[in-house]
């Protein structure tokens, strides 16, 4: 079975339509052949496509706890007590603040991903800005977008935490995801296929800024 | 999201060479993304956050998993996922009794679920475009989980031809969706 092509399995393992001792053989000789990686990665990227149009949520922090947990790096074996307290002593003048730093530098390094492909299409693209209008609270925010509604880059200053993006119409709000703060500025790429003519940044259920997107 | 080519490259690169980096930085960025892939197969956010996990501890667990000629890891991961969700819940569904499993069964498909109505639309126009044989065949496939066996014997078609309808209605339809399938 290991050595039989993936031909129009490539599709049926990418949709999960093999049962599982199908899948696993498939599976085995995607480690020794090349071209039918190729072709199941081809099929891949096409049940990607699909599977990226449904609902999305946000995962939950303890899930990416587990994760952290499990790609963290296998603990040493046990140390005898001075050793212990050496390293004790000095992962509290060194590690711990080293260790804030490097959750700071991941969160801006995750947010410079995000920047990097906004700044793309800002560069790449003609596209207009409107500003929001904020209704009670001071903040500053503008969405830049293209002309098609192919994509929208929401920028907001001055917030002090998270604020969801939301589009309104027909009388209803269509949540598109958030706006997450760093270093003073939030912001929030979104790649879109369709042009939208009210955005609203709401915080929890209340609306802090409306605006109206001429196309 | 999208990314600069050679992120992506860099990134396969290290994801093939198991870095650790790698494997931690494609979670961050595909975090919620995988988490709604799962869930949407699932429809809990408890299973579906053990799928997620025990896809990322399959694949670091087996260092060959992805080769670079598997192109994107951003859909690698979509599928190692999915796959693990749509492993679930047939376990799930085979311990549910007759009656149970047809309480159970989706009285529509979940491409009504798309949280944009717009890109609803799109899904639900790209399968109506589909020929119904291969409409049939990859709706089932894709939204209710189903072996190509299963749907083999439900759609009364040889496993042969049903191979076929999903592989070229998987093609029409992410063709239909992908950036050149766009209608504005």
């Given at each position: 079975?290991?050595?039989a ?6 599709a049926?393992?990418a949709?999960g ?7 696993a053989a498939l599976e085995a000789?995607l480690r020794?052949?090349?071209?039918c990686?190729r072709l199941?990665g081809e ?7 699909i599977?990226?149009l449904?609902?999305?949520r946000?995962?939950?922090q303890?899930?990416n ?6 790609l ?9 007590w001075?050793?212990?307290?050496a390293v004790?002593a000095?992962?509290?003048v060194g590690?711990?603040?080293s260790?804030?730093l490097w959750?700071?530098?991941r969160?801006?390094?995750?947010a410079?991903?995000?920047?990097s492909?906004a700044?793309d299409?800002?560069?790449a ?12 609270v001071?903040l ?11 994509w929208?880059v ?6 002090q935490?998270?604020?969801q993006v939301?589009w309104m119409?027909d ?7 958030d706006?997450?703060p760093?270093g003073?500025v939030?912001?929030l790429?979104?790649?879109k296929?369709?042009?939208m003519?009210?955005?609203a ?15 | 999201?999208a990314?600069?080519p050679?992120?992506?490259e860099?990134?396969a ?6 870095e650790?980096?790698?494997f931690?930085r494609a979670y961050?960025e595909y975090?919620s ?5 799962a869930y ?10 053990d799928c997620v ?11 060959s998993?992805?080769s670079?000629?598997r192109?994107?890891?951003r ?12 492993s679930?819940r047939?376990?799930?569904s085979?311990r ?5 499993r047809?309480a159970?069964?989706p009285?529509?498909h979940?491409?009504?679920?798309a949280g944009d109505?717009?890109?609803r639309?799109?899904v639900?126009?790209a399968?109506?475009?589909?020929p119904?044989?291969q409409?049939?065949?990859l709706?089932?496939?894709?939204y209710?989980?189903?072996?190509h066996?299963?749907?083999?014997s439900e759609l ?10 999903i ?7 992410a063709g239909?969706?992908?950036p050149d399938?766009?209608?504005r």
């Open positions: 079975m290991n050595d092509h993936a031909g129009e399995r490539a049926l393992y949709l339509a093999l049962d599982d001792a199908d899948a000789h020794v052949c090349a071209e990686a199941v099929a891949e990227r096409d049940v990607d496509t599977a990226s449904q609902t999305r946000r995962a939950p303890e899930l706890e587990r994760i952290e947990h499990l963290a790096p296998a603990p040493t074996r046990r140390m005898p001075p050793a212990f307290a004790a000095a992962f509290l590690v711990l603040p260790a804030y959750e700071r530098n969160a801006i390094e995750d410079m991903l995000s920047q492909a700044m299409r800002l560069a693209t003609a596209h207009r800005t409107v500003s929001f209008r904020p209704s009670s001071a500053a925010a503008n969405v830049m977008y293209a002309p098609d509604g192919s929208y929401i920028v907001v200053r001055g917030a935490h998270a604020l939301a119409h009388g209803a709000q269509t949540m598109l995801g706006a997450v760093h003073g939030a912001m790429y979104l790649p296929s369709h042009r003519e009210q955005l940044l709401m915080d929890g259920q209340r609306i802090v800024a409306q605006a109206q997107l001429p196309y | 999201m990314r600069a050679g992120d992506e860099a990134l690169v290290a994801f093939a060479a198991h650790r980096w790698a931690a961050r975090a993304l995988l988490y709604s892939v949407n197969v699932v429809r809990n956010s408890e299973d579906a956050q996990a025990d896809a990322i501890a399959r694949l670091w667990r087996s260092p998993a992805y670079s000629e192109g994107s890891v859909s690698f991961l979509v599928v190692c996922v999915r796959n693990e969700a749509i679930r047939r376990r799930q085979r549910l009794r007759l009656e149970e047809l159970a069964m009285v529509e979940q491409e009504l679920d109505p717009i890109e639309d799109r639900r126009s399968f109506a475009k589909l119904e044989d409409r049939a065949a709706a089932l496939a894709f209710e989980g189903k072996t066996t299963e749907i083999a009364k078609a040889p496993l042969g031809t049903i191979k076929s309808r592989s070229l209605g998987l093609r029409k339809i239909a969706l992908g399938g766009v209608d």
